[in-house]
C-alpha cells in the first residue's frame, strides 16, 4: 500500500474517533483532551492546547499537552486578532512564518515561540471564534505538509464543533434550570396566596382558627396514604386550604353563630360550597379539579349532603378526601360552644358514619395514617402536632384504630366478594 494512501486510511481512522468522540455525552474536557490527543498522535507533534473563548477577553485552557501548565495563563484575544482569524488561511498561521499578516500572532509570537508553539489555528463555527488550537512541531522535525493542513483543518473543524454544540447545551441546561427555577417560584407565591386566602376565610370564623390550613394538611396525608403522586398531594392540600373559600359570601353572624342556626340561615350558609365553585372555576390552578373538590366537600355518600345530594361514585375522590378532614377537623378541635369530642368518640363517629356520610376507604387510609405516627413509624409527627401530644396517647388509641382498620378492610373484602357473586 502506497504511504500516502496508508496515511489517508490513518487520518480517516482517527476522524471516525473523533467523531465518536465529539458525540459522546459523557465529560466535555475529556472529550477536548481526547480529541487533541489524537490530532496530535496522528499527526505525531509533540505538543499542543486546546483554548475556548467566548467573545474578546481571556482564553480558557481546556487541555494541553507538552506545554507548561502556566504557559497560557494571561493570553487574551481582542476584536481585531478575533477578526484577523476569521479571514486567516491555516497555511498562513504559522507562528514560525514571520510574514504572516494575523495580528495575533504579532502580539503573541515571541511567547508562542518560547513555548513552542509552531501553528495556532482557530476554531470556527458559523462565522465566531469559539476557540484556538496551539500546536507544535512534528517529532521527525519535518515541516508541515499540504496533507498535513487538510487533516488538521478536518479535525480542528470537528473539535469546533464539538465545543460549540457543548455550549449549546449548557445555555439551554442553563435555560431548563432557570425556568424550572421561575416555575418553582410561581409554584411557592400561587401557594403562598392560596394560604393568604385560608387565613382570610378562617378570620371571619373566629371560632375555627387555622381550620383551613389542617384541613389542607390533613387532606395532603390522607391522599398521599392513598397512593397519590405527588402533584395530585399538592393539589388536595390546596383544595382542602380553599374548600370554605365560599364563606367570603355568606354573612359573618351567620358563620359565628354560637347556637344552631334557623333554617333560612341555615340555607344561607348551605350556599357556601357552590359559591366556592363559582369563585375558583375561573381561576387556571396548577392543579385539577380544586373548584369541584371545593363544591363537593358537603356531599355524602348516601346522597343527603350538599349541593348536590351526589351519591358515593359520583363524589370526586378528592371531595371525599377534603370532606373527612373537614368533619375530622370539626370534632377535634374546641369551639366556645362546644369542647372537642375524645378521640374515642371521634372513631365511633368514623365507624358509624363510614358508608353513609364518609368514605370507608378514605376513612381507612386516615386511620392507617394516623396508626404509623402512633406508632412511631413517621419521621414526622404531623398529626399529632395539629391535635396536641395528649390527645393521641395510650394503648387504647393504637387499639381503636387497628380494629377500626380491620372492620373496614373485612367490610370492603365483603363486598367485593359479593360484587363479583352478582357480576
Ligand atoms: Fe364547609
Not at 494541553?64 to 504557559?71: E, F, H, K, S, V
Not at 398521599?224 to 383544595?239: F, L, N, P
Not at 373538590?293 to 371525599?320: C, F, N, S, T, W
Not at 378541635?333 to 362546644?338: H, S, V, W
Request: proline residues 3%; aromatic residues 6%; negative net charge.
Amino acid at each position: 500500500m502506497e504511504p500516502s494512501t496508508q496515511k489517508l486510511i490513518h487520518t480517516f481512522g482517527a476522524l471516525a474517533d473523533l467523531g465518536q468522540e465529539i458525540a459522546g455525552t459523557g465529560d466535555f474536557t475529556e472529550m477536548v483532551r481526547t480529541s487533541m490527543h489524537l490530532l496530535l498522535g496522528t499527526l505525531a507533534l509533540r505538543r499542543g492546547a486546546v483554548v475556548e473563548c467566548s467573545g474578546a477577553g481571556p482564553l480558557r485552557c481546556v487541555a494541553i499537552w507538552g506545554i507548561g501548565d502556566q504557559a497560557l495563563n494571561g493570553f487574551e484575544i481582542d476584536e481585531s486578532e478575533m477578526e484577523s482569524f476569521l479571514c486567516s488561511e491555516i497555511s498562513e498561521s504559522l507562528v514560525r512564518n514571520t510574514s504572516s499578516t494575523n495580528v495575533f500572532f504579532a502580539r503573541h509570537r515571541e511567547k508562542l515561540t518560547n513555548e513552542g508553539v509552531e501553528l495556532v489555528v482557530p476554531m470556527v463555527v458559523r462565522g465566531e471564534v469559539t476557540g484556538l488550537i496551539m500546536l507544535g512541531g512534528k517529532a521527525s522535525g519535518e515541516e508541515f505538509s499540504n496533507d498535513d493542513f487538510e487533516t488538521i483543518r478536518a479535525m480542528v473543524r470537528h473539535i469546533g464543533v464539538g465545543i460549540h454544540t457543548h455550549r449549546l447545551l449548557e445555555q439551554l441546561a442553563q435555560r431548563a434550570e432557570e425556568n424550572r427555577r421561575l416555575y418553582d417560584e410561581l409554584r411557592t407565591i400561587y401557594r403562598d396566596t392560596v394560604r393568604a386566602f385560608a387565613a382570610a376565610i378562617d378570620i371571619k370564623d373566629k371560632y375555627t382558627q387555622g381550620h383551613s390550613e389542617r384541613v389542607g394538611r390533613y387532606s395532603e396525608i390522607i391522599a398521599r396514604e392513598m397512593g397519590w403522586s405527588e402533584e395530585e398531594v399538592e393539589g388536595i392540600q390546596i383544595a382542602g386550604y380553599l374548600h370554605d373559600i365560599g364563606k367570603l359570601i355568606v354573612d359573618r353572624d351567620i358563620i359565628n353563630a354560637p347556637y344552631h342556626i334557623d333554617a333560612k340561615n341555615s340555607s344561607e350558609l348551605n350556599r357556601h360550597p357552590s359559591a366556592g365553585y363559582e369563585i375558583l372555576s375561573p381561576i387556571r390552578h396548577p392543579y385539577a379539579d380544586i373548584p369541584l373538590m371545593a363544591k363537593h366537600h358537603h356531599e355524602r355518600i348516601d346522597g343527603r349532603g350538599y349541593p348536590d345530594g351526589l351519591v358515593d361514585q359520583q363524589i370526586p375522590v378528592g371531595a371525599k378526601i377534603v370532606s373527612l378532614a373537614d368533619s375530622f377537623d370539626a370534632m377535634t378541635t374546641d369551639r366556645p360552644y362546644k369542647r372537642r369530642r375524645s378521640f374515642e368518640d371521634v372513631v365511633v363517629d368514623l365507624r358509624e358514619n363510614s358508608g353513609k356520610q364518609f368514605d370507608g376507604k378514605v376513612v381507612a387510609a386516615f386511620a392507617r395514617a394516623i396508626l404509623k405516627e402512633v406508632k412511631g413509624e413517621t419521621r414526622e409527627r404531623r398529626i399529632t402536632k395539629m391535635l396536641g401530644k395528649p390527645y393521641l396517647e395510650g394503648e387504647h388509641v393504637e387499639t381503636l384504630l387497628t380494629d377500626l382498620i380491620t372492620d373496614l378492610e373485612e367490610d370492603f373484602s365483603r363486598k367485593g366478594a359479593k360484587a363479583q357473586s352478582v357480576s
